[in-house]
């Protein structure tokens, strides 16, 4: 396992890496999610050797079909393929959810694409629903975790 410094970002940092890994087929300018310039939301980079490998972002907002004021959701997660497998990513998403914790969030909640589900089973999300399919991106399943005050990454 690598050592990764995990920091806050701007959001315009992360679209570089949005762009290589998760929508290549779209230019980095128009990677900008919902939420991205909402105050309350966090942008987090994972650095390996000073080198950003992977972001993450997480922003205030409902999951569908849930009546929960309180949710929170990761968006637009991506760790480079090399560095896969050696705890970026759950460092970032330890961060995120610390990071809803700590603003009395009671959910965290995302649309993952299907490879990555067993990632955040291990995380403690669980899958609401089956697969769908979000055109361009392809299979995905929305998965979430409760949030308790304290709460971390396991």
């Known amino acids: 396992m ?14 570089k890496l949005r762009h290589q890994v998760l929508r290549p087929h779209q230019a980095p300018d128009e990677l900008v999610y919902p939420g991205d310039d909402a105050a309350e939301s966090l942008h987090v980079g994972a650095f390996a050797d000073g080198r950003l490998i992977g972001v993450a972002t997480v922003v205030p907002g409902p999951m569908p079909g849930i009546a ?36 009395g969030g009671t959910a965290i909640w995302c649309n993952a694409r299907t490879p990555a589900v067993r ?5 403690g999300f669980a899958a609401k629903g089956g697969e769908f399919l979000i055109p361009v991106s392809g299979p ?11 709460s971390k990454a396991p």
């Not at 690598?2 to 940092?13: K, L, M, Q, S």
């Not at 995905?140 to 409760?146: D, P, Q, S």
Request: charged letters at 20%; proline letters at 5%.
């Open 68 to 103: 929960d004021e309180h949710a929170w959701q990761v968006r637009g997660m991506a760790t480079l393929p090399e560095f896969r497998g050696q705890g970026a990513g759950s460092a970032m998403l330890g961060a995120l959810v610390a990071h809803v914790a700590g603003r």
């Open 2 to 15: 690598t050592d990764f410094e995990v920091r806050p970002i701007t959001a315009g940092e992360t679209r």
């Open 140 to 150: 995905h399943y929305m998965l979430w975790r409760a949030i308790t005050p304290g």
């Open 119 to 123: 990632f955040y089973e291990k995380m």
